[in-house]
């Protein structure tokens, strides 16, 4: 008896998650790619974010229950706040969440060196990702955008168009960078294969390809090996991260859920998927970049191998290897 109580409700849900779906899915006009794409960036790239409950825990936050309720009451408002913001002024919002987005991505494929550095990096990396995929697929994006706005993209495309200027002096001088300073050429040689691949494949599919497989991994690896420093089990992690995914999920869902009749499946799909994960990105940065990033940004001239590249940071060449004052120079945390 108890059992079936138990199983009643979870088929109910399950039945109620699967007629939701499959209404989506006859009624969008995005094609397979685009869709698998956004099925990425839910499932694989957004529990990246659930991850930074643990990073509350390597600041030291999460110590004790009032704590970590403390820290998921602020998430939470700040997310709320986002959302609001969003529907008032959702140009605004919009070109800020591409702007913080730029910054958060690049930050994230950067290897350190100096401030001017590290801004080239990130201007190169984050720029190539966003304005890269709005630009190679103007038309595509145009339709996401006009979603995401409920209408006019003027504005938008206005700074979009004129980022390449700026995106293109930094590559340039990134290019001179990577000859003078060899641990840059895989990065620099990173962004030339991105920038085929966002070409080739539709814009929703190419970003999937970027978040889930670069920027997540990377990220991931980082949290991954300051907290195993820290002597924090996996365990704990994995689960405090499995709920933090399950919960932004079921919101989504009931976000999903609630269609207003007058806007189509795409609008909604895309509304509800891209304000989330804005809504989510604004507390995510102002965690990991603003105070993970200072508080264990690897110390010049200690060993720090890159994922995906996987080459020591002490391999660089140059002076820029020889350590001084201790002073923290690498930043991707992503
Ligand atoms: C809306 C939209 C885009 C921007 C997506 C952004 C900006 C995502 C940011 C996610 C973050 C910052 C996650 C945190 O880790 C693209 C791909 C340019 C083009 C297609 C439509
Ligand atoms: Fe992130």
Redesign the pocket.
Known sequence: MAIFARIVPTRAGCVMIVETLTSFLDATSLGWASLLGLAAIIFV?LP??AFDGAVAMALGWAGKPWMMLAFIMGYVTMAALVVIFWLAFPDLA?LA??G???V??GLGDAIGGTATEQAIQTIAHGGM??VG??LF?KAE?DI??SY?TGGDTTIIWVCVEQAPFVIGLALCIYLAMAIARPALRPRLFEIACLGFIFYMLP??A??AFY?CMV?TPR?LFRIWRQLSRQNFSPRSMLIMAAGFSCASWLAGGIALWMSPPSMSADAHL?RVV?IG??A??VP??ILVDGLFRRHHAPIQGTTDTMPITDIPFKSDSGQDNKPQDNKPQGHNN?
């Open positions: 790239g990246h974010g919009l969440f591409l913080i987005s730029l958060h991505f990702v966003i995929i709005s697929h994006v996401i955008y995401l814009p929703l190419g970003f978040f920027h990220h895309l891209f994960l804005a989510l990105t995510h940065m992503a």
